[in-house]
Every structure is written in C-alpha cells, then in structure tokens.
C-alpha cells in the first residue's frame, strides 16, 4: 500500500465520507444510526484509509456469538464482516487488503475471536478473490440471501491470536 495512505480507525466526523463510499460502491446501504452503532460497540473494528484527510476505503465489522465452524467446535465469539468498500480510482492499490488485515487482527487481539465470516455476491469476484488471498475459505452457498434474489457465498476464516 503506498505510504501516503494511512489506516485508522472510524471517528464520528467521518460518517458522511463513510456513507457515501457506501452508497458509492454497494447495493447494500444502511442507515447512519446503524454505522453509529458499530463504532460504539466494536470500535477496534471499524477502520478508514485516509489519503490528505479524504477518506477513500472503509471496513466495519461485529463480534457475534455463535458455533464455530473449525475444531474445536463450540461456542465461541466469531467476527463478522459487515461492508467493506474502497473508492474505484483508490482500488488495485492494497488498501482492500490492508483494511481486512488489520479489522482481523483486531477482531482476535482486541476481542478474543476465534473465526471470521462474511458474506459475499457468487458475481462479486474482486471481493471473492481478495477474501481468498486474506485466507478466506468458501464454506457454503446461502440461496437467494440478497435482496434482488442473488446468491451469496458464506466465506470464513480461522483467526490466530499473534501471540498464540
Ligand atoms: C472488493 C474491494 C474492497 C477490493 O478493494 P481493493 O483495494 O481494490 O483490493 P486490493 O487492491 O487490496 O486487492 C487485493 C486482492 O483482491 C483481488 N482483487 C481486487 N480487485 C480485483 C479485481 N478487480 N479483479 C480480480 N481480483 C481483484 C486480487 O486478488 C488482489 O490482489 P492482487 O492485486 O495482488 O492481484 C473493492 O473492489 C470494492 O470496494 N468493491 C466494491 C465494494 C464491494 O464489493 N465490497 C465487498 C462486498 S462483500
């Protein structure tokens, strides 16, 4: 990623950048008070990259309870990737990469999880391939899961604590 782009994480003055990169990039759009939402319960994990104070990519995510899909089996907290969006002309530069680096590392350091999920368009290949060279895995397909009938993958990944 190149030097002058800087990742940090999400502070209130950013919701309208945010939002818009969002309506920009995705079909998926929410309200402010659900963004907002996210930044007060999982703030470790809602991450800007920032180039001169303009943000250009966005990851926000949550900490669930559930059962994990790797052994041990149980019931244990797994981290879940809620959109993530990086504006066209800032794309094919890393940032992608380095926003959902960072969220899953501080999705194990910061909240003790143990996997991460995600959904994701079967047509979506750019997120598809980048979830996969992060060390995503295709564990199912969940039919008719967006709102115009397209199907999603359900994509997971084993999360490590760096210092075991
Ligand atoms: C998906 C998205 C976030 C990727 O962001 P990015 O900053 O361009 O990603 P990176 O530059 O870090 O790319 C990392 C890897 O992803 C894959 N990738 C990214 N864009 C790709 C493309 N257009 N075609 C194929 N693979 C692509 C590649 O494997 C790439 O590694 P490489 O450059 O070494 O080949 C961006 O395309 C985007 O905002 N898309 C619209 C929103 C979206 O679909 N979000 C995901 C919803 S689930």
């Known amino acids: 990623m190149q030097p002058n782009i800087k990742l940090r994480p999400f502070e209130p003055k950013d919701l309208e950048q945010v939002m818009y990169i969002n309506r920009m990039c995705l079909p998926e759009n929410y309200p402010s008070y659900f963004f907002m939402d996210h930044f007060k319960r999982f703030p470790e994990t809602f991450l800007v990259a920032e180039d001169k104070g303009v943000i250009v990519g ?29 504006l066209p002309e800032y794309r094919r530069r890393g940032i992608g990469y380095a926003l959902v680096s960072k969220a899953l590392e501080a999705m194990a350091v910061k909240y003790g999880a143990k996997e ?8 979506n290949t750019p997120a598809i391939n980048l979830y996969k060279k992060v060390g995503f895995e ?3 397909i969940i039919k008719g899961y967006y709102a115009d009938g397209e199907d999603a993958y359900l994509m997971v990944k084993k999360l490590v604590h760096p210092l075991g």
């Open 58 to 86: 966005y990851i926000m995510c949550r900490i669930e309870t559930g059962l994990l899909s790797f052994k041990p089996l149980g019931i244990l907290k797994r981290g879940h990737t809620i959109s993530i969006a990086v």
């Open 138 to 140: 295709i564990k199912k």
């Open 116 to 123: 991460c999920y995600l959904e994701v368009r079967v047509s």
